[in-house]
């Protein structure tokens, strides 16, 4: 009985530790990433259509605007703790920028260079 106890235990033990570090990332086709990466990934994603000149200097900035509000909104979620609400609200606003920054992307808008 003392071993099943001990057992039990050490996987809700497990279990509380890995619950919360799998909550601090998304899922994407490349494997988790938590919320810095895809920051990071977003911002290279919106450099990279401005030297290929996929975006214009006005899609740019306004995509750079809305990746600050939502860094902005993430600062203040972090004050006490991100909840999985919260996460999930952030994922959802990312979710919205990243699919504004593809059609952006792709909408043959093109700047000149």
Do not use: C
């Not at 290929?52 to 809305?66: I, K, P, Q, S």
């Amino acid at each position: 009985m003392k071993k099943l106890i001990v057992s039990l235990a050490a996987v809700a033990t497990v279990a509380g530790v890995a619950a919360p570090a799998a909550a601090q990332g998304y899922r994407h086709n490349d494997g988790w990433q938590n919320i810095n990466q895809r920051q990071d990934r977003i911002e290279r994603r919106i450099d990279q259509g401005v030297r290929h000149g996929d975006l214009t200097r006005r899609e740019a900035n306004r995509l750079r605007d809305d990746f600050r509000q939502i860094a902005r909104l993430e600062a203040r979620y972090r004050v006490n703790g991100l909840s999985s609400w919260e996460r999930a609200d952030l994922d959802r606003r990312f979710d919205r920028l990243e699919g504004q920054l593809r059609f952006e992307r792709r909408d043959h808008q093109y700047s000149r260079r």
